[in-house]
């Protein structure tokens, strides 16, 4: 069983299905959508299972919970900022074509309302195909009124590219001292990978402060 109170509660993560769940009749039901509180003087609500992934529910506080695996009571925001030299065209995508020892960057701003962070994503579609290909990401960052490398970090990751498919990776790794306002900067060197990456965009994801 769980117990919420009114607020936001974001259940991306809860492990559990809907279709055998059962309700108590003096309390509302309801999946994936804004609440409010039954008459019964403690404005609780208490469900008997637990809901599928990407499921998201508002309320205030969570009192208790034994369903599944709850992530976050925090709501999570999304921002999407493209290459700083996106000047190809695929579709009607607009890329960065990066080839074998290049490298491609990107720019991007942690807004005021920031706690923490979910996850960094970078979008890509390879031009060939190759496991366990070797690429150094690095960071830079700090917030005005700060030096403009307050923060560096640097990290050699493993990706596997499938020509002409839509990938992603997360790259939150190199930036464990963010804040609220934060302006930084992403650089990925391909080293000598097997071939041209199309950059599309880098996605930020973080949970809000309320």
């Not at 403690?42 to 499921?55: I, K, M, Q």
């Not at 309302?113 to 290909?133: A, C, H, M, Q």
């Amino acid at each position: 069983m769980m117990i919420l109170k009114k607020g936001t509660l974001d259940l991306l993560y809860v492990e559990n299905e809907i279709a055998n769940s059962s309700f108590s009749s003096k309390y509302l039901y309801a999946r994936g959508r804004k609440l409010t509180a039954p008459d019964t003087g403690d404005n609780e609500f208490y469900f008997n299972s637990g809901l599928t992934t990407s499921e998201s529910l508002e309320f205030d506080q969570i009192i208790s919970s034994s369903v599944g695996k709850v992530l976050s009571s925090d709501p999570i925001k999304e921002l999407f900022f493209s290459p700083n030299d996106a000047k190809q065209n695929v579709g009607s995508y607009s890329v960065n074509s990066v080839g074998k020892k290049s490298t491609t960057y990107f720019s991007f701003h942690i807004p005021n309302d920031y706690k923490k962070i979910e996850s960094i994503n970078v979008f890509f579609i390879p031009l060939f195909n190759e496991t366990n290909d070797t690429v150094e990401i690095s960071s830079t960052y700090g917030s005005v009124g700060e030096e403009f490398d307050q923060n560096q970090e640097i990290e050699k990751i493993s990706i596997d590219y499938s020509r002409n498919k839509l990938s992603q990776v997360d790259v939150k790794s190199i930036y464990n001292n963010l804040k609220p306002n934060s302006v930084c900067g992403l650089k990925i060197d391909h080293d000598n990978i097997g071939g041209t990456v199309r950059y599309v965009g880098i996605e930020v994801r973080y949970y809000v402060n309320v």
